[in-house]
């Protein structure tokens, strides 16, 4: 059985070391045919090699930013911040890192003249194809691209590297455009980007449209896509921080809302309830006002006397014989619209309910002195 497992042990070592070497085998294969295609169509390999070398070293930039960004401690100090003051260190947090790697110094430089070389072989590939005016135009437009861009580059970036002479004469030039050396700068820099943006346009409607793709991703991954990737991977604690407190604020706002409406609710409901309460009341009291005056009219108090006033007066009790026709027993008064006393009736006959008082048809229940009436 050892035998056995043995044997079948070497022969599956054997299958893979032979599927090692076939895959070998065929890389050089692939990379002798790229090679002799190259030898063959050296614009087009160059136009297609080029990109992969731009994407290439941005690649390895973002790569040895990242780190650098670690070892000189850009994580640990937004760590330290956070745990300092949240909130008022989160812009402290933000920064540009080792973005400028990627964009700035030697490498950008070196992807500039890589991505020129492109612009050039795309350039040259698309005269060799199309007729005699498209070729001048394109022709024109690169090399005023070029020159553009150079300058822009040089006055810009490199300004330390020219002499007194030199500064005073391209400042004396570009002081033209609008009268500010900086703006000649813009406009120079304008002038360069838009006969590149049309010189792309033609290359992109030709035969060279392949080219021009692959051109444009390597220049959008260099410029754009790693660096701004770059940003985000450096600032991510901040970036999380802010996610987190975004959160916190919206289930904030969401359950203060939630809170506002169920009190305007509680305190709509309880409104609601008031205004049904008072409604009951005046209702039961309009019922007790024209059962009183049904009861009047019928029953026991058909006989009931009925003094109706129409006066701005209070009514009180006080002893007899103060007004005409005042009986010496204690009596009920008001004030006339002369503001002289009146007799209205007798103690007795109000809490008795024999004589039933009303002023401005509603009916005086309660006299200072007096008991509410009986009927």
Same mark, same amino acid.
């Given at each position: 059985?050892? =035998? ?62 990242? !780190? ?21 260190? !989160? ?35 698309? !005269? ?7 070729? !001048? ?164 108090? =058909? ?34 619209? =002369? ?9 007795? =006959? ?26």
């Amino acid at each position: 059985m050892k =035998q056995k497992d043995k044997k079948k042990s070497g022969k599956s070592d054997k299958k893979k070391r032979w599927f090692l070497f076939r895959q070998i085998k065929r890389n050089v294969a692939l990379v002798e045919d790229s090679i002799a295609g190259g030898i063959e169509h050296p614009l087009e390999f160059v136009s297609f090699l080029l990109p992969l070398i731009i994407m290439g070293i941005s690649v390895v930039c973002f790569v040895v930013a990242l !780190i650098m960004f670690i070892v000189r401690g850009g994580y640990t100090y937004q760590i330290n911040a956070a745990r300092d003051d949240i909130f008022n260190n !989160i812009r402290r947090m933000m920064t540009s890192g080792t973005v400028g790697i990627v964009l700035n110094g030697v490498i950008e430089s070196i992807i500039w003249i890589l991505f020129a070389l492109e612009m050039l072989v795309i350039t040259c590939s698309y !005269i060799i194809t199309e007729n005699a005016v498209k070729k !001048i135009i394109s022709a024109i437009l690169y090399i005023s691209s070029l020159v553009c861009f150079s300058v822009d580059a040089l006055l810009f970036k490199n300004s330390d590297s020219l002499t007194r002479k030199q500064e005073r004469l391209w400042t004396a030039i570009l002081s033209s455009f609008d009268g500010s050396h900086t703006n000649g700068i813009m406009y120079v820099f304008c002038i360069g980007a838009v006969t590149l943006i049309i010189l792309l346009v033609l290359t992109m409607f030709s035969k060279q449209k392949e080219k021009t793709k692959c051109a444009l991703v390597a220049a959008i991954m260099s410029y754009i896509i790693i660096p701004v990737f770059l940003m985000i991977v450096e600032n991510i604690i901040p970036l999380v921080l802010i996610l987190i407190v975004t959160v916190i604020m919206v289930i904030l706002t969401r359950y203060g809302c939630k809170l506002m409406d169920e009190y305007s609710k509680v305190s709509n409901e309880r409104s609601k309830e008031r205004l049904k309460e008072r409604r009951e009341r005046r209702e039961s009291a309009k019922e007790r006002e024209e059962n009183a005056d049904k009861a009047g009219k019928t029953g026991s108090n =058909q006989y009931q006397k009925k003094v109706n006033l129409e006066l701005n007066t209070n009514f009180w009790r006080s002893k007899g014989g103060q007004a005409t026709n005042a009986p010496a027993a204690d009596c009920v008064y008001c004030y006339d619209n =002369q503001h002289t006393i009146m007799f209205v009736c007798t103690v007795q =006959q109000f809490e008795q309910g024999k004589v039933a008082v009303y002023n401005k048809k509603k009916r005086i229940t309660t006299v200072a002195g007096c008991k509410p009436p009986q009927r």
